[in-house]
């Protein structure tokens, strides 16, 4: 996404402040910073929250815990509203009642989400690390099959049209790791998904289907040969994302 002047009115520029709803750890909220003078960022999660605010290196950005359905600014101030990853979870007529209010006239709505990675090795789409990534995924059940529905469908379903006419839709762009087979397991532990599961299930649960993965991958990159030392080969993982955004209009 191309933040630079958003296509605003030079009257209206620079760009002034902009809301990032649902931002877990700030991840994606950390690169709106060099663009506005100041950033809000909120979660409904206090844990993410607290995490956020710890890792914080940017004086214009401030955390805050609250719902995406009931956002804690004024009417008509700010100039964009984001939400990464994380509309799958909202009530979306509540969110984007509420993301309508804050954004001043000509102000940007943007959604965006990663969509289940790739797994590419050596350059080259690998079917059977993706076989055993899915399998991965879909042990994880319930939570993640929800969200995977949503994500793989592009917000698809007409709940994540946006209010506005002229919506614009980009799946240019892809994000690129390389990773061990530990890093690619803590890849998967971290997962929302998979830590709601171990929430449901028990700890036991969780560390028994990373060592199957292991052990699955291991076969994989090993070509069957238990004896192949794979823990320093190199796995891309290959993260997708798409992005809707509109204008709201300046008169309606
Ligand atoms: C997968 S994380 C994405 C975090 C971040 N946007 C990113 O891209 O790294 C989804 C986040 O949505 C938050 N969330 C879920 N329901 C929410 C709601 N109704 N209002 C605000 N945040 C919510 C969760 O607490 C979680 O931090």
Redesign the pocket.
């Known amino acids: 996404m191309h933040l630079t002047g958003l296509g605003y009115p030079q009257e209206k520029l620079p760009l002034d402040r902009v809301l990032d709803?649902?931002?877990?750890?700030g991840?994606?909220t950390r690169c709106l910073a060099p663009h506005f003078r100041s950033v809000l960022a909120?979660?409904?999660?206090p844990a993410?929250i607290k995490e956020a605010t710890a890792r914080n290196t940017f004086a214009n950005i401030e955390y805050r815990v609250a719902?995406?359905?009931e956002i804690p600014m004024p009417a008509e101030s700010v100039q964009l509203v984001t939400a990464?990853?994380?509309c799958h979870?909202?009530d979306m007529p509540r969110f984007f009642a509420e993301a309508d209010r804050v954004l001043a006239p000509a102000g940007i709505l943007g959604i965006y989400s990663v969509r289940t990675p790739k797994v590419y090795r050596n350059g080259m789409f690998s079917t059977e690390l993706n076989h055993v990534l899915m399998q991965a995924f879909e042990a994880i059940g319930n939570d993640w099959g929800r969200v995977w529905k949503d994500v793989e469908d592009r917000y698809g379903d007409p709940r994540f049209r946006l209010p506005y006419p002229g919506e614009v839709r980009d799946e240019s762009h892809d994000q690129e790791q390389t990773l061990t087979l530990d890093g690619l397991l803590g890849f998967i532990g971290s997962l929302?998904s998979f830590q709601k599961m171990m929430a449901r299930c028990g700890a036991e649960r969780g560390e028994a289907l990373l060592q199957l993965t292991r052990e699955r991958f291991q076969s994989v990159l090993s070509n069957g040969k238990p004896e192949v030392d794979t823990s320093d080969i190199g796995i891309t993982l290959r993260h997708p994302y798409f992005l809707l955004m509109a204008r709201k209009p300046v008169s309606r």
Request: glycine letters at 14%; charged letters at 10%.
């Open positions: 709803v649902g931002c877990g750890s991840q994606n909120t979660d409904i999660s993410q719902a995406a359905e990464c990853t994380c979870y909202f929302g």
